[in-house]
């Protein structure tokens, strides 16, 4: 007889793990005990020594799906002659080695519960068990367990405690765990009529609100999503001008179907094996796929693109509303633009009243805004567009340890936020564009409860050097050491620091706008180094931006300055031109940038008449789709330079009249234009490696969400004997300046 004692971290909280240890020890014959303590497991094992050997080995290699556990400690216990293995309460510890577990998609035999007429939480629509249902967004503290989240509120009834109770149940300590007659239920709320309450007569309203046309605020996993019927023409128009939301995508909610649940995509898309496996991820991401031009969508649904994003159903909910209603509806996060989504039934009904046409409501309270992740496949792969439900917090391992808890508070647009401690850092779900109240509101409170969740208290900031960004402001008036970190740094920073890279490399910082070390504004950098210690060595040509952040969304500011800066003029620009020029000439709020972002927006400007922006990239967006098809080398070479400084500077100016030549097809300039930034960046590369040898490149920032673009670039770069570096886990654009921010600013730990 042997024992031995085990300690195991990872993700082993909400997945199931007590119950499948429990499980493991009667497979394998052994005796013990099992308890969560905060963020880890530990367990005491005894029996024969074969048996014992047996159960540590399936600790990690029969783990369930969801579970990511390590074994922290193995060593040698003293056999106390237990009688059988048992399960404990959980014991008091420290969170700081907690993995807080994401939300997770219905498992299909919860889904074929729930379809099963006999079955007693037929067509619930708050089915779960350990490997399915809301983690994160009902989670007060750790440990993980129930009366520690907002299901506290939802006492069990004797089937389902008894359920709760079992541990050779599936349903053993499913924390989430309910009935129709002790869980959630579901009212339809609309106006001028009576609300109607029960799962089914809700279910049953939506529904018919849905098949009339109507716009719907539906409450989720993480927040409200408005939805309507993807195939009306007229139901996706009033929602956008209600909304308003002019032309930005809409994603759409597919119905799982067929042998391997994606026949419902094969309808509206044309997927390729990488946005079939990242459709049917356990993350249940938003992802941007490829439509067919005979999909039965409305065309409002995504404007001016190529793609739509498309998403299976992750919630019991979900499936139901998707198999009633038979076809795939628009589901986008009911919100103010640029807001974290709304989560509380009557902040949507207010606020979205001019919106929504009827409300879904249920009674489980959401602890936290998860808007749904987005995937973009680039170069084969899914690459993340916005961290989310199911997958944030994102944990990621430091190649170096900081050596005092750190808080990043990431960017302005498309915040996150980070916190680092030891070799662990945790990036926040999106949260949005700061500025609005609410949205400080909820970024606030997720600084608040990332430190609460984990039990670590962050005893230094790291923020953006831009001193008007919000969250720098913030971040200045915390009480807290401040280590301002330059935008383009993080960017550089959250790619190597992905990798584990501490080496020289060359990395492309390419994005709209950021500030830079010597106070103008870059954008179009190449930044030679490592973490804490980066050199710009390349950047393409600067030009001063009349309007400054106006330009971002207005096009034709861009394409004014390079007009100017070549000493010509663009005669299709709105506005006061004269007034303008005026300004410009003076210096007066026309700020210097060297960003591609603008360059992509003037493009967009002269070669498809955008002139204004609705969304954020809006015309670098079309630009790119407009180039689907083209060949691409036909435009102008863009020289390199090498200035006085020393840097590298590629001129665009050749591009100029060449893009505003009305002669040449739109489809012809947008894709000539994509490629002679590709090889510019290509020729700045060189360039480099001639200079001091590095073979090594990263490309980073938003523009890189550019998949021709990318794919170009990294193809020349590969040819000619680059290794190219892209994100894999975080995203390249704003959403990962908070990771970035953490590995610049510990460098020096």
């Not at 400690?73 to 080695?97: H, K, N, W, Y």
């Not at 500030?515 to 393409?540: F, H, S």
């Amino acid at each position: 007889m042997v024992a031995r004692r085990l300690t195991i971290t990872g993700r082993v909280q909400g997945v199931g793990f007590r119950p499948f240890l429990h499980r493991l020890a009667h497979d394998t014959g052994v005796r013990g005990w099992v308890r969560n303590v905060a963020g880890r497991v530990e367990a005491h094992v005894e029996g024969p020594a074969e048996s014992v050997a047996a159960f540590v080995a399936g600790v990690t290699a029969q783990a369930p799906p969801l579970a990511r556990p390590r074994l922290e400690t193995d060593v040698e216990g003293v056999p106390g002659g237990a009688a059988e293995f048992r399960i404990l309460g959980s014991g008091e510890g420290s969170p700081d080695q907690a993995s807080v577990p994401p939300d997770h998609f219905a498992c299909d035999d919860c889904l074929a519960e729930m379809r099963d007429p006999h079955a007693r939480r037929h067509r619930y629509p708050f089915i779960n068990c350990t490997q399915c249902g809301p983690r994160y967004t009902i989670i007060d503290h750790l440990p993980y367990d129930r009366p520690n989240t907002s299901m506290a509120g939802f006492p069990l009834c004797p089937e389902c405690r008894a359920e709760y109770e079992n541990p050779l149940d599936r349903r053993f300590h499913a924390q989430p765990l309910a009935c129709a007659a002790c869980g959630p239920r579901l009212e339809f709320r609309a106006p001028g009529v009576e609300p109607v309450t029960g799962n089914e007569p809700a279910l049953a309203a939506c529904v018919a609100a849905l098949r009339a046309g109507r716009v719907v605020a539906a409450k989720g996993i993480g927040g409200y999503h408005l939805l309507c019927d993807a195939a009306s023409a007229a139901a996706v128009a009033r929602l956008r001008a209600n909304k308003p939301r002019p032309h930005k995508p809409l994603a759409v909610l597919v119905p799982q179907a067929g042998a391997d649940g994606l026949d419902g995509v094969r309808a509206v898309a044309a997927p390729e094996p990488a946005h079939a496996a990242a459709l049917a991820d356990p993350m249940r991401p938003i992802v941007l796929t490829p439509v067919r031009p005979t999909a039965p969508l409305a065309e409002g649904i995504a404007p001016g693109l190529g793609e739509v994003g498309l998403m299976l159903p992750y919630s019991p909910l979900h499936h139901l509303l998707l198999e009633a209603f038979g076809g795939p509806l628009v589901a986008t996060s009911a919100n103010l633009s640029g807001e974290p989504v709304l989560t509380d039934a009557g902040a949507v009904e207010s606020r979205l009243g001019r919106v929504a046409e009827g409300y879904l409501h249920h009674d489980r309270p959401i602890r936290r805004p998860a808007d749904d992740a987005v995937y973009r496949v680039i170069r084969g792969r899914p690459r993340p567009i916005r961290p989310g439900r199911g997958g944030a917090p994102l944990e990621l391992e430091l190649s170096r340890p900081v050596a005092r808890p750190v808080l990043a508070v990431g960017g302005q647009m498309k915040n996150t936020i980070a916190l680092a401690w030891g070799r662990r850092a945790v990036v926040s779900p999106h949260i949005g564009e700061l500025g609005a109240p609410r949205s400080q509101a909820v970024f606030e409170q997720v600084v608040t409860d990332l430190q609460a969740l984990y039990g670590v208290r962050a005893e230094r900031v790291a923020c953006d050097a831009h001193p008007d960004y919000s969250a720098s402001r913030w971040a200045r008036g915390c009480g807290l050491p401040v280590i301002p970190v330059f935008h383009h740094h993080a960017h550089a920073a959250a790619l190597a620091g992905e990798r584990g890279l501490d080496e020289a490399l060359l990395v492309f910082a390419w994005d709209g706008t950021g500030y830079g070390a010597d106070g103008t504004l870059w954008g179009g950098e190449a930044l030679l180094g490592r973490p804490g210690g980066w050199e710009r060595v390349g950047a393409l040509r600067p030009f001063r931006l009349p309007g400054g952040d106006k330009a971002g969304r207005q096009p034709w500011r861009s394409a004014l300055a390079l007009a100017w800066e070549t000493g010509s003029d663009w005669d299709a620009a709105p506005g006061d031109r004269a007034l303008l020029r005026a300004a410009w000439e003076r210096g007066l709020n026309t700020p210097l940038s060297s960003a591609a972002g603008r360059l992509f927006d003037a493009a967009a400007a002269w070669v498809l008449g955008i002139t204004e922006a609705s969304f954020e990239g809006q015309g670098p967006m079309w630009l790119e789709a407009a180039a689907t098809g083209a060949l691409a080398d036909t435009a102008p070479a863009v020289p390199l330079i090498r200035d006085e400084s020393g840097l590298w500077r590629s001129d665009w100016a050749p591009l100029v009249p060449w893009l505003q030549d009305a002669g040449l097809p739109a489809q012809v300039r947008a894709a000539g234009f994509h490629a002679a930034l590709a090889g510019a960046l290509l020729d700045q590369a060189r360039a480099v490696r001639h200079d001091c040898g590095v073979t090594r490149v990263g490309l980073t920032g938003g523009v890189f969400q550019n998949r021709l673009l990318t794919e170009l670039a990294a193809d020349r770069l590969e040819a000619d004997g680059f290794e190219v570096l892209l994100h894999e886990r975080v995203p390249a654009n704003d959403a990962g300046i908070s990771f970035g921010q953490i590995v610049e600013a510990t460098a020096a730990d």
